[in-house]
């Protein structure tokens, strides 16, 4: 039962286009959302967050998008520079100060 | 800065051996976590621990277990290995209460191979 979906294993997007990767859940209890990067041989980072409160949520050139009556958030970086290739996995808050993670998925900047 | 440290960054075992992933964070945090990461699986939770000496299953816990005796150090053991259980296997921890406790903090990653 995947309570947090990202149904695109990987994207390819050219450097300096815009990128967006995409996150479904079906909790409607889930409140916080966040995004998280990660390198191959490194742990993921904590990228960026949002509470159900807002629908958006800005932070340089990564926005975060959520739209509750879709449950639905979207993570869209401005521009794709190529450190932005990665694994991006998207979570969100499973009660008791746990997480639930999304499959991920791959970024690829092309030059 | 925080930092989370795992005792092996690649660890080659046998079927039926006793192993043990060690974790370490230095920033006192009270929660910490254990997770496996499988391609096409994303991250699931095997186990976490609020507190010394406190452990609660997540989602995978079958033929794992934990052991907190310090607030720092939070310790996967898997009882007897199998191949099923090679994957690459990551400890987080985060700070207790409030929003902020949600962002998870993660070691670089233990990739465990059974054969």
């Known amino acids: 039962d995947q309570q947090v979906k990202q149904n695109s294993p990987s994207l390819s997007v050219q450097e300096g286009r815009i990128s967006i990767l995409n996150c479904d859940y079906t909790?409607?209890?889930?409140?916080?959302f966040l995004w998280y990067k990660k390198y191959p041989a490194e742990g993921p980072t904590f990228l960026i967050s949002?509470?159900?409160?807002?629908d958006k949520n800005e932070d340089g050139r990564f926005t975060v998008f959520l739209n509750k009556s879709a449950k639905h958030l979207s993570l869209h970086i401005v521009p794709s520079q190529p450190g932005d290739s990665a694994v991006y996995f998207c979570?969100?808050?499973?009660?008791?100060?746990?997480?639930?993670f999304g499959q991920g998925t791959r970024l690829t900047i092309n030059p | 800065d925080v930092k989370v440290t795992q005792s092996s960054r690649y660890l080659v075992k046998r079927t039926g051996e006793k192993v043990f992933l060690e974790c370490v964070q230095d920033m006192d945090h009270e929660n910490m976590f254990w997770y496996r990461q499988d391609p096409g699986l994303g991250l699931r939770l095997i186990y976490f621990?609020?507190?010394?000496?406190?452990?609660e299953k997540g989602d995978i816990p079958e033929g794992y277990s934990v052991s907190r005796e310090k607030k720092e150090r939070f310790s996967l053991i898997l009882e007897s290995a199998s191949t099923n259980q090679t994957s690459m296997y990551l400890c987080a921890s985060s700070p207790r209460g409030g929003s902020w406790s949600y962002e998870q903090y993660f070691g670089p990653g233990t990739r465990l191979t059974v054969t």
């Open positions: 949002i509470s159900s409160i807002k």
């Open positions: 621990s609020y507190d010394v000496k406190m452990k």
């Open positions: 979570a969100a808050n499973g009660g008791a100060q746990k997480l639930v």
């Open positions: 909790n409607s209890m889930f409140d916080y």
